[in-house]
């Protein structure tokens, strides 16, 4: 069936009963913004908003104790990622957008879905781009047959030591090459992703594995390179392409190197990258879920409070209204690569992903095992790992 807005005033009615209030629980870059709305809601409604701030890495644990005792707050803002521990537990209230659905980044939205059910309010993505030096690469290739074609000729011309670079092992950062190939981890349902259909193996998996075997079997990547030297490899001018996130823009703009940002290359379709999203929850144990919907849809789900929060913390915005007036052109090059961007999985079977995967990695890197053999074997690791769970 097709959500519902919940009318303001109806929750307004029933929340007269006693003393109406809300808590939310914010970190200190978000609680000011919360503040102003909480006493506009205040005003009209006459219910008390308290906003209590606590460091953005303790809002979930401390939320996993206090609320099953009713002593929780109503609402939280965290990461999507948080999202299949919490529903699990039984600690969130599903939400509905309502008529507002369309105005929000639907991979965002996706974000914040557990088993075809939504549990958030996104307010914020966050996902790598394409990185280079425009000084060096004049033209950004849309491929990645077209990076190792402009690599190869950057190297040969004695441009740089590397035209493109990648660090060993991470396949957080190694994910867009993998979906441009076809590639995926699980595979994708309206109802969420799917932990019985692992990817890792999938024809388009292997075939990014091969292109990166290709890579540093002609010279192009090199091993034991990690974050860290792959930044400082393009920062001084010997590297001229790379992937990385906005967490990476005050170093690259210290350096002072020749720097902008693209949307990831493609290869057999375009690529999608991990996407991390940030959004208000609401608690299962809160004394008015009504309420604290009516609070999120409509008084923080607005155009003038969502450019609020963007402007406390500049990340691209998961509200469509604010997302595309964005004029920072490196924040505008993180929103264009995130456009068609996958949520990453926040499903429990996801931590029996990584290690796996990212070993194969490794071992494509130091030229161990064959690409195929490492993907498939991957594979197999991670079916193992989650029929055990």
Not at 145 to 161: C, K, W
Request: one cysteine or more; aromatic letters at 10%; charged letters at 20%.
């Amino acid at each position: 069936p097709e959500p519902t807005e919940v009318p303001a005033e109806e929750a307004a009615a029933q929340s007269e009963e006693g003393a109406p209030s809300l808590t939310v629980c914010a970190d200190n870059t978000r609680a000011p913004v919360l503040r102003d709305v909480g006493d506009k809601f205040e005003a009209e409604f006459g219910v008390c908003v308290a906003v209590v701030e606590k460091g953005f890495g303790d809002i979930r644990d401390d939320f996993k104790v206090a609320a099953p005792t009713g002593e929780g707050p109503d609402i939280i803002i965290g990461a999507h990622d948080w999202l299949g521990e919490l529903v699990v537990n039984g600690l969130l209230s599903e939400i509905e957008l309502g008529d507002k659905a369309d105005q929000f980044l639907a991979a965002a939205v996706q974000g914040f879905t557990y088993e075809g059910k939504l549990y958030g309010v996104p307010y914020a993505t966050e996902n790598v781009a394409f990185v280079y030096n425009p000084e060096l690469v004049e033209e950004v290739p849309t491929t990645w047959s077209g990076v190792t074609e402009l690599a190869a000729q950057l190297e040969a011309d004695g441009v740089v030591q590397q035209g493109y670079i990648l660090q060993q092992g991470d396949p957080y950062h190694f994910f867009p090459i993998q979906t441009a190939f076809g590639g995926y981890v699980f595979g994708l349902t309206p109802e969420g992703y799917d932990p019985t259909d692992v990817g890792i193996d999938s024809e388009g998996s292997i075939a990014a594995a091969k292109w990166l075997d290709m890579m540093v079997k002609e010279g192009h990547l090199k091993a034991d390179i990690d974050w860290d030297t792959m930044h400082a490899q393009f920062e001084n001018g010997d590297a001229a392409m790379f992937i990385t996130g906005p967490w990476a823009l005050p170093r690259l703009r210290e350096s002072g190197i020749p720097y902008a940002i693209a949307k990831l290359p493609g290869e057999v379709q375009e690529a999608q990258p991990f996407l991390g999203v940030q959004g208000f929850m609401v608690s299962a144990f809160s004394d008015d879920p009504l309420l604290a919907q009516t609070f999120l849809m409509d008084f923080v789900a607005t155009e003038e409070v969502m450019q609020a929060i963007f402007e406390a913390d500049p990340r691209p915005a998961a509200f469509l209204p604010v997302r595309e007036k964005i004029d920072d052109p490196d924040l505008q090059g993180f929103a264009a690569a995130g456009a068609n961007g996958l949520a990453m999985p926040a499903i429990p079977e996801m931590s029996a992903v990584w290690s796996a995967w990212g070993d194969a990695i490794t071992l494509i890197f130091q030229q161990s095992e064959d690409p195929e053999v490492a993907f498939k074997n991957a594979a197999e690791q991670i079916r193992t790992a989650i029929a055990g769970q």
